[in-house]
């Protein structure tokens, strides 16, 4: 049973090990198996969910976004503000943590406003703001991460890339939210927890540490051993809590696309279909297996960084498994309101469709 809940709680990593596994009968282990990893993407990977978890843990996010939240004066203001945070957030510690962070917020807000029939809408375009929001910086999803690291993109160049979609993406989910009722509300709820001066001020400037490694300020050798010793002193669990399926995935993918790249007709395949079309194929491939290994896998074929870069990062929206955080925000949906998935996932689908469809016909036109 412990090996059930396992793989249906790390479904990518399950199927990331079991494509690497595969293509390695095709393609037996050697030494070029070694050219295939992204050491530096892994490593700025880990360093950021590390300090991120740390951060979690004195409640740094929670006390700041509740705070925030008692400024909202009704339930639209309330959206916006939630959604903005995730947005944000996501710009900052990833999208799939913005999400582990600021959910459970959305869900006390409507809680303590008696708004939980809105519950789904909000999870809904909460998701859609990390996913979208997080594209905007190196380190804002993981896929942005790794091609950043991968093609060597300027940083300059990189925001360049991904600032017209960012600024759409605003537009829409504020659009998104004008259907939701301006009905005044009033969070009476105080919160008693306060933030640890001096571990506040530890943990941030870890975090800034960790995004010169990411900038390419510091080398990551030197953020290994730096930031795991200081925690493994002032919060183990930090260390515990990191994603580790994640950084597996990666790590598998790495391995599969390598394989993949080795054999020449699926090199033959893939490279014509992303020489006719890398917007869409990289769009249609997140569709199918997700984005990060979309990114991981296509890299490999092509040299066109900027069409790759706006597919995988518009192709996070679309099906439920086009991006991991959108499968964090379906399995916490489920678990709060068990009888009401099926409801939650076609209402998921009609809307992250008109963003995808939206979204990949204005990054066509920024492309011409």
Known sequence: ??????????????????????????????????????WKTLACLFLTLAVVCALRNIKFFTILA????????????????????????????????ALITFLPLGYFALCATGKEQHMAYLFILQNISANLGGMLTP????????????????????????LPPFLLAIAMLV???????????????????????????????????????VFRVV???????????????????ALKMVDYPLLGTFFFFFIFAGNLARVDVVN?????????????????????????????????????YRALLLGVNIGGTGTLIASLASLITFSEFRILYPGQGKRYFWLF????????????????????
């Open 268 to 304: 033959e395949v893939i490279s014509s279909l992303l020489n006719k079309d890398t917007l869409l194929v990289s769009i249609l491939s997140c569709q199918g297996i997700s984005n990060v290994p979309s990114a991981i896998l296509l890299s490999r074929f092509t040299t066109d």
């Open 175 to 213: 659009i998104a939210c004008l259907p939701i009722k301006a009905e005044k509300l009033t969070i009476g709820e105080k919160f008693p927890e306060k933030l640890n001066a001096s571990r506040t001020a530890l943990y941030v400037a870890m975090f800034v540490f960790s995004l010169l490694i």
């Open 349 to 368: 689908t009609l809307i992250n469709a008109i963003f995808l469809v939206v979204m990949t016909l204005a990054a066509k036109l920024f492309l011409l």
């Open 139 to 162: 380190f804002g999803n993981p896929q942005n991460l790794y091609l950043y690291s991968y093609f060597n993109i300027p940083t300059r160049e990189f925001c360049a890339i991904m």
């Open 66 to 97: 509740r705070r925030l939240v008692l400024v909202a004066g009704n339930l639209r203001w309330l959206f916006l503000l939630l959604i903005s945070i995730t947005f944000i957030g996501s710009m900052l510690i990833a999208n799939d943590m």
């Open 1 to 38: 049973m412990s090996v059930i809940r396992f793989i249906k709680k790390n479904v990518v990593f399950c199927v990331a090990a079991a494509a690497a596994l595969i293509t390695a009968c095709f393609v037996p282990p050697d030494k070029e198996y070694l050219t295939y990893f992204d």
């Open 219 to 237: 080398p990551y050798w030197i953020g290994l051993i730096l930031i795991p010793s200081v925690l493994f002193f002032v919060d183990r669990e």
